[in-house]
Each structure stands twice: as C-alpha cells, then as structure tokens.
C-alpha cells in the first residue's frame, strides 16, 4: 500500500499570501496524484488530477506540481474561500487508492 | 448539471446490515466507473470500492472485503453499495463519486454523502 504523508499539518495564512502544500509518497506513483478541497460539511471537491492538471472550473491560482514521490499543490493568492481542509490521493498502485491525512489550510 | 444522491444511511446496531443507493443524473452514468469514499467523524478520506462501467471489475478496501458488496444499475442511473456485519469502525459519512474517466481514479464529482452509524 502506498502511503502518503502530507504537510505541513495545519498552515496559517493570510488572505493575499501565497500557500504551498506538500505530498509525499512512501514511493513513486508517477503523476498519479490528485489533490481535493474540503471544506467543513460538504464534499471533497477535485481541484487538480494527475499532478499537474487543473480541473474543470478551478480558478488559475491553483497549480499542481511535482512528480515520483514529491508533490506540491500551490495557491498562489489565497482567497477567503480557499481556507479549508486538503487532501492529496493517489491512483499508481491501486487497489487500494489511498489518500493523506490532510492539510489544514486556517486563516491566520 | 451532474448531480449524484445518496440514501440509506442511518443508526445501526453493530452486525446489522444497511444498504445505501447512490443515484445519478446529468450524465452518461452507464459511461463511468464509480466509487464509494467514506470519512469517519473528524477523520481523512478513506476509499472504500470501486465499480466499472458495466460491472465487471469491482475492488475493495481489505477493511471492507468480505462484508461489503458494491453494485450498479445502469438501467436505473443507481450505484449500490450493501454492507453487512456492520462494526464501530464503519461509522462515517459515506461518499459516492463519479471516475473522471476509464480507470484513471481521480473523482470529478461526489455526493454529499450519507451517514452511517454504528452503535448499540
């Protein structure tokens, strides 16, 4: 099973700032790698599929980076929307997919 | 507008058994392999089956194989997912969610999930 490991935990920020979330991989899954919003109450939303692909409807300050073990999901002007809980997911090596544990993304 | 509605959640007592439904609308459901996500209370996301297109190929978890069954009707626009011999560790919000597309595993749209409990 592949593991991965997200950080940092919970990241403070301010709206204007710019955010960059890490995913780490226990090995290669490629490009295989999706990252998700969630905010409190509703569903993961998919902002970006095979690292670096932008998904239908997701605004431009949202990139996706990296590839093997090593991934980054970057916003690069945080909006008051955007503070939520993330999510990495990877599709390599399955079953089973698995995801992080999660980022917190908090106003600070 | 892709729309995707669960049902059948609800408070079970442990080895009981609940059957929740998933229905479709607003695409090709016929046309995509599906999913069932489920996050415990204050927890991550944890995948818990997938289905393909016509049904052939179905996966589980190893936390859930053996006791839950995944299943689709097509001619229904419905996933399905029957879960027996329930156990506390099932408790969670229960999450349909359509394959962006083929097998590539990455979950365009989701339900707003349905919530089991299990608890004597």
């Not at chain 1, 709206?15 to 890490?22: C, V």
């Not at chain 1, 431009?60 to 980076?65: D, K, L, Q, T, V």
Request: glycine fraction near 10%; charge should be neutral; charged fraction near 15%.
């Amino acid at each position: 099973e592949i593991v991965l490991t997200q950080s940092p935990a919970t990241l403070s920020l301010s709206p204007g700032e710019r955010a960059t979330l890490s995913c780490r991989a226990s090995q290669s899954v490629s490009s295989y790698l999706a990252w998700y919003q969630q905010k409190p109450g509703q569903a993961p939303r998919l902002l970006i599929y095979d690292a670096s692909n932008r998904a239908t409807g997701i605004p431009a300050r949202f990139s996706g980076s990296g590839s093997g073990t090593d991934f980054t999901l970057t916003i690069s002007s945080l909006e008051p929307e955007d503070f939520a809980v993330y999510y990495c997911q990877q599709r390599s090596s399955w079953p089973p997919i698995t995801f992080g544990q999660g980022t917190r993304l908090e106003i600070k | 507008e892709v729309q995707l509605l669960e049902s059948g959640g609800g408070l079970v007592q442990p080895g009981a058994s609940l059957r929740l439904s998933c229905a479709a609308s607003g695409f090709t459901f016929s046309s995509y392999a599906m999913t069932w996500v489920r996050q415990a209370p204050g927890k991550g996301l944890e995948w818990v089956s997938a289905i393909s297109t016509g049904g052939d190929d179905i996966y589980y978890a190893d936390s859930v194989k053996g006791r839950f069954t995944i299943s689709r009707d097509n001619s229904k626009n419905t996933l399905y997912l029957q879960m027996n011999t329930l156990r506390g560790e099932d408790t969670a919000v229960y999450f349909c969610a359509k394959v962006l597309r083929g097998w590539d595993m990455a979950f365009d749209y989701w339900g707003q999930g349905a919530l089991v409990t299990v608890s004597s």
